[in-house]
């Protein structure tokens, strides 16, 4: 990442002065508790530094305020895959539930999974789940799918692209 | 980051080979004409090795239970997102008994005013029209000259 396509800190410090409390306020009005409102906001400026973003604001809150909406429904994704991540083992036999350390590990490469897949339409979502973890052939997912063998492939090429990029986006 | 990344071009054939390789039987003349394509230009060695080191990654994941919980955390969503259909139609003036497991949700979140569970708010819209909005709702407000959106 280039430095120069970024908001120098001293703007964003400019903004934070502006517009801090005003953020904490929005978000306390959603989240309901002004500690993780005042982590939120935190986090919204934090995610600032680094957006990139090079010539100043022209509707500072209308911008911080979309940072922080995107940082709630981030957490309020993860809040649910985490929840299901606890129900899936518990049905677990105990044999084959993994040990603490994989069971992190697991959990955060299915949190990036399901990111990737968010953003790609139903069709290739499924697709994709098919062939990765239902270990369908192309052949066969095109036959439930009722879509060609072609399209199959161009789905799976696409969630490929949408997990790669998540994968190696900050490396 | 120590090597540059490879270009998107690279990364996008790669990854169209790892469709080819790993998710259907390759030929053959499948595989020769793939170990052609990674000599045929000096990036697309780094671009292979990230695409299929990524599927390996996912390979690697326990199938029945990253079935289990990505389908499960879906299902968690739209029901949620169910709720919020309904709000639409019912938070006005209604008296709705939506209680949320945890103290605010999704809708709660996005939502111009929302109350939390055991508050209600009553106001004045701009219009001259009031809104009561039960405990546990959310309420989003569009208004133009001719018509207004809750």
New interface residues.
Partial sequence: MQINDTLKPTEVALLYQAHHSWLRGWLRNRVGCSEHAADLAQDTFVRLLRARQASPLKEPRAYLSSIARGLMIDQFRRRALEHAYQQSLAHLPEAEVPSEEHRLVILDALLRLDRALHQLKPRVRQAFLLAQLDGLSIVQIAQQLEVSRATVERDLAKALGACYRLRYADA | ?HEP?PAQAQ??QA??W???LR???PSARTEEQFQHWLASHPHNPLAWQ??SQ??D???G?????????????Q???SSRRDHLKLLGLLAVGGSLGWATR?????P????D??T?TGERRQWQVSDGSHILLNTASAIDLHYSAEQRQL
């Fill in positions: 980051m990344a990364v996008d990854i169209d790892l469709v080819k998710f259907d039987r990230r695409v990524l599927g990654e996912l390979a994941l326990p199938k029945d239970l990253s079935r289990r919980t990505l389908d499960g955390s299902r968690q969503r945890e103290p605010l949700g999704l709660q979140l996005l939502a005013s929302s939390a």
